[in-house]
């Protein structure tokens, strides 16, 4: 045999050991049925306890294992899954629905995961019920704020793969003080009038990436805040809602800014806003810095393209309107679509810290058929190839 060929054949057996490896189970796998924790799936019962736990058992052991949860409708309160755990893989399969009570309370989440490592959420769907809040919000009388569907905080190597989530009290997932995320294949859906109810939202993480999601609900179908580095958003879906929203920034003085994002691939149908990047008009040390956004479609959404620097609810500590947000190298390419406003581009960037690199390619967007606008407030930009609204940097 020649020297190729016995390097050939030898890699050829490293390689089938290698996949032989992958094919055999990591390890005896655990398999806690929250069914045998005293769970029942009557929609009734209240499973935090059961939960709980499968929770410690698959938390403590050593083992990989996975958390099961069968069909139907198990009715969960508030819970708290916490680690660190002695396993750094444990799966949660959900074939069934969880349903949250339908009265609500005053906590502030409602499956919340912490201090956890290496933890897959896969398919199922959770059930908010937030229609109660919803109307006590709206009434105007004294309501809680609400309660997140699902949060993790504080936690690392998280994947969540084909779950929905419907009806909200507030967010719907909450991303927080994270390294290493995967959100795919997730469905997120809530009436476009309902209150608070972001899609995502991803804070003080890094390494986060949100690829083929469909989002429809009452607010941000993405949010992006504070402490964010690292997030690839990809094959998004979002409407009605609020957009793909870089903020509220500048909300303090002294606040980690947000930097690497890139957007892609993205279909806004009817929503609020298309690509967003909103600060308060008022002093802040925050930041902007490095933001691709490309391929996106636009179906008849209010502001598709929007830089705004000048949010002030109730007009309180905005001295000036100015923000002190430093928004630094965003680039746009490739946008297109119909606007349902007349600014399709609008770029309203603070005084005090004006708009720097930003960069336009490839958009085409009209109003009526015809040519939208663009508007310019203290930006400083370049623009390249064909650009319907023509640019106004
Ligand atoms: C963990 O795996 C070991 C073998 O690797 C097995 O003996 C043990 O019973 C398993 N523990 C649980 C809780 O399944
Ligand atoms: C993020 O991902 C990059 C590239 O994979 C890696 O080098 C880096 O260590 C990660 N950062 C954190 C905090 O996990």
Known sequence: MSRLNTSFVLLSIIMGLLLLVQALPPDVEANYNIVNYG???????????????????????TNSSTIYIPGGTFMLKPVTLKGPCKSNRIIVQIDG???????????SQ???????????????????????????????????????????????????SGLTSI??????????????????????NAPGNSPNTDGI???????????????????????????????????????PGHGISIGSLGKEK???????????????????NGLRIKTWGRPSDSFVKGVVFEHALMHNVHNPIIIDQN??????????????????????????????????????????NPCRGIVLEDIKLTYRNKHAESYCKNVDGTAYGPLVPPSCF
Not at 130 to 153: E, V
Request: glycine letters at 12%; one cysteine or more; a negative charge.
């Open 311 to 352: 949010y002030c609810p109730h007009n309180l500590g905005c001295p000036g309107q100015s923000s002190g947000v430093k928004i630094r190298g965003v680039a746009y390419n490739d946008i297109q679509g119909s606007s349902a406003s007349k600014v399709a581009v609008n770029f309203d960037c603070s005084p005090s």
């Open 254 to 272: 002294e606040e980690e800014g947000v930097q690497n994002v890139v957007v892609k691939n993205t279909v806004f149908t009817r929503s609020q």
């Open 167 to 188: 009806d909200s009290e507030l967010y719907h997932i909450v991303i927080h003080g994270c390294e290493g995320v995967q959100v795919q294949g997730v469905k997120i």
């Open 201 to 239: 939202h991803v804070q003080k993480s890094t390494n986060v990436t949100i690829t083929g999601t469909d989002i429809k609900t009452g607010d941000d179908c993405i949010s992006i805040g504070p402490g964010t580095t690292n997030l690839w958003i990809e094959g998004v879906t979002c409407g």
């Open 39 to 61: 769970a029942k799936s009557d929609g009734r019962t209240d499973s935090s306890g059961p939960l709980s736990s499968a929770w410690q058992a698959a938390c403590t052991s």
């Open 110 to 160: 409602w499956i919340k995961f912490e201090h956890v490592d290496g933890v897959s959420i896969y398919g199922g769907t959770i059930n908010g019920q937030g229609q109660t809040l919803w109307s006590c919000k709206s009434s105007n009388n004294d309501c809680p704020s609400g309660a997140t569907s699902l949060i993790f905080n504080d936690a690392k190597n998280i994947m969540i």
């Open 97 to 107: 629905t969880l349903m949250a009570p339908s009265s609500y309370n005053t906590d």
